[in-house]
């Protein structure tokens, strides 16, 4: 078929009721209609928040104070919000999926094999590149230039563009949703099944352009990152002093930097096999189907890593702050976050046990594999003997961090299995890998991410979120994700096939329905995350900490007043020890007033660039999917122009005047003088103004 001129191959097939229409037996109608509500459910959520923005008058503030700032602190609450948003998406197909299973006996359910296919390319594509990265993005962002008390990032506009092209790969799997199909070639996108000639239309390239744009984006952040935790230390920042959740960040950064070309490569060269004909990854063609899973995988397990370490960096805050207590163990904490940054380059070729290598060359990456364990084994110690003889409070982090330990441990264990090639012989290609793999990336990511999230949100916003749907949510998470995949431990040891739509053994009922049970409590976690936001922001009065210091912080961070203002500092910090603030607080007092007064303090200006970024790219990506070629090079022309526009900008930066600050200065610390402070038994109560008494202090009274 010749691609229309204005519309390239986009025709009325992509509409989400085509499949209803072109039914022709029940399974089909259902699965027709479960596409038809979910496009229609993310159309009416579209509306509505437009609707919301419009009737109180919203886009001018979300234009001029949010898209274009490029304020570290304010890009890392967007990336946040990307990540809850595709948060709600990726679980809800998750439970789609299990009740296909659940249902999927004889043959049966609600969904087509190539409905169902999607649905898990589209669930691992989002919970990787469009939930994971942009929650440990904006994690790391918000966090990490306070703690090393710095004003922001090295490149504040990249950073900008970083969003733009995450956002710009996030809306083109959410338009897929629309304008269908996707890939049902999984997360991982293996060619020859995503080649032109095995999955001629739309949904691979979609995938391409998704991941693609998302790649460069974290290659960028990563870079970004480095230079600043190496330039932007404040006085007497050594990295030994830096904080844990720094020292992850910037094994994360380095990891970013390494690992994500080689993908951006891999889906550069499936673009030119299916645009061009280059058969780059066709073995008939001159090419070598392994040069792709060699390529994706030197990306994929560094991948792992790099999503686990900012959450080992939030637990390491997580396990002191709340124990009162100095994390225990920090020199091996940094060595064994090296060791693990290192080693995760090492494990790439244990995805191939099963394809024909040598028992040698199995043997030595089943080691390596294995050699991991010890690092992390060295990181659990050192979290329980922070722990130990510590003040622990069970706060909502501490749930989570108490729960990631259990089940994390577990999930390592079967890590160890699967590391050795005979076993994973065994378990190869069946749910038994698919719970290994949600054993590590949920407890050890997703529960860090929202620990992080509990944690530093009232620095963000100036209020505690809602204590009770807090530990509600954190409940249910952990009953939700036991119920979900231990079951699939089992059915994989029974030989069930993982991205399987239905099956004819008797025996795996009883497990799925489990697995389905589990998958709703996790639906109910999330509704409870969404009303825990809610219940929060109505109570926000009762819950504000404005003087900053809500948990007996020990970093940077929390001398500064809730929220942060826009330059963090009113003048450099200087610091002369590990736990900066801790130190301080001991001494009797905050950052105090400077002995030189106030100065002039530079900002960046805001910049379009960024969310022009963010719609050209996802004008580019969805008319190379549909092949509207003259979108794509306008869309292209765009993005290029406005990089040329932005090199003849001089005034790019704008001053706040010394009287500003010394105004904002004076009146926090006038509010921390009034404000009583409060000890750890209270601080989950109304008392709590973020004035805390220090816990040395405590213990001395």
């Not at 060595?335 to 191939?352: Q, R």
């Not at 090639?421 to 997703?446: E, K, R, W, Y």
Request: charged share 15%.
């Amino acid at each position: 078929m010749t691609p229309d001129i204005l519309l390239g191959r986009l025709d009325a097939s992509a509409l989400p009721w085509h499949e209803i229409t072109e039914a022709e037996n029940r399974l089909q109608l259902l699965s027709g209609i479960v596409g038809l509500a979910a496009a229609l459910l993310a159309v009416v959520a579209a509306l509505a928040v437009a609707a919301i923005l419009t009737r109180r008058r919203g886009w001018g503030p979300l234009w001029r104070d949010w898209a274009t700032s490029l304020d570290h602190k304010k890009i890392g609450i967007m990336y946040v919000v990307v990540a809850f948003a595709m948060l709600a998406r990726g679980v809800a197909e998750a439970a789609v999926m299990r009740l296909q299973q659940a249902l999927g006996a004889d043959g049966g359910g609600i969904l087509t094999p190539d409905h169902f296919g999607q649905l898990f390319s589209t669930h691992g594509t989002i919970m990787i590149f469009f939930v994971a990265m942009p929650f440990l993005t904006g994690l790391i962002n918000f966090v990490m230039p306070m703690q090393i008390g710095a004003r922001d990032v090295s490149f504040p506009l990249l950073n900008s563009v970083s969003l733009g092209l995450t956002v710009a790969g996030a809306a083109l799997v959410m338009i897929s949703l629309v304008i269908q199909p996707f890939s049902t070639g999984g997360w991982s996108g293996y060619p020859p099944f995503t080649e032109i000639s095995f999955q001629p239309g739309a949904g691979p390239d979609y995938w391409i352009w998704a991941v693609t744009l998302s790649s460069l984006g974290s290659t960028l952040s990563g870079i970004n990152f480095t230079v600043t935790i190496y330039k932007e230390r404040c006085e007497g920042m050594r990295l030994m002093r830096m904080p844990m959740f720094c020292w992850t960040s910037l094994c994360t950064s380095i990891l970013m930097i390494f690992a994500m070309p080689p993908l951006t490569v891999a889906t550069g060269l499936l673009a030119l096999d299916r645009y061009l004909g280059f058969h780059v990854f066709t073995n008939d063609g001159g090419g070598n189907v392994m040069l792709f899973a060699n390529l994706f995988w030197l990306f994929g397990h560094p991948e792992v890593y790099i999503l686990i370490l900012p959450a080992f960096g939030v637990w390491s805050e997580v396990f002191s702050t709340f124990s009162g207590k100095g994390i225990y163990g920090y020199f091996t904490l940094v060595l064994a976050t090296m060791c693990i940054a290192v080693l995760s380059f090492t494990v790439w070729v244990h995805h191939f046990f099963t394809m024909g290598q040598s028992a040698d060359l199995n043997a030595v990456f089943g080691i390596a594999t294995m050699t991991i364990s010890i690092p992390t084994g060295v990181k659990i110690y050192d979290w329980m003997l922070t722990m130990y003889r510590g003040r622990v409070r069970i706060t909502v982090p501490m749930v989570y961090a108490v729960g990631f330990l259990f089940l994390f441990v577990l999930g390592g264990m079967s890590g160890v299995l699967l590391a050795n090639p005979s076993i994973d012989f065994q378990v190869h290609n069946t749910l038994f890998l698919v719970a290994h793999f949600h054993n590590m990336l949920i407890p050890g990511t997703l529960f860090g991410m929202i620990a992080g999230y509990t944690l530093w949100f009232p620095k963000a916003f100036g209020f505690r979120l809602d204590d009770r749907w807090g530990y509600r949510a954190a409940g249910l998470w952990i009953v939700g994700f036991i119920l979900a995949f231990f079951p699939l431990y089992l059915l994989g040891l029974m030989g069930m096939p993982r991205r399987l739509v239905g099956f004819f053994e008797e025996g795996w009922l009883p497990l799925t329905l489990a697995a389905l049970a589990g998958a709703g409590c996790i639906v109910l976690a999330v509704i409870a995350l969404g009303v825990q936001l809610a219940v929060s922001i109505r109570r926000r009065e009762a819950l504000a900490v404005p003087v900053g210091d809500p948990w007996d912080g020990r970093s940077l961070e929390w001398a500064l007043p809730a929220p942060a203002p826009e330059w963090n500092f009113p003048t450099d910090p200087v610091v002369n020890g590990r736990d900066a603030f801790m130190q301080l607080k001991r001494q009797g007092g905050h950052l105090d007033r400077p002995e030189g007064g106030f100065g002039d303090i530079r900002v960046p200006r805001e910049s379009a660039i960024g969310p022009i970024v963010a719609v050209a790219g996802t004008a580019a990506g969805f008319a190379l999917t549909w092949y509207i070629w003259w979108l794509a090079a306008l869309s292209v022309a765009v993005i290029v122009g406005a990089m040329i526009a932005r090199g003849f900008v001089r005034d790019a930066w704008r001053t706040i005047p010394a009287a500003t600050v010394e105004a904002h200065w004076t009146a926090w610390r006038a509010l921390a003088d009034a404000t009583p402070r409060v000890r750890r038994s209270d601080e989950l109560r109304p008392a709590n103004r973020g004035h805390a008494v220090p816990a040395a202090e405590e213990r001395s009274t």
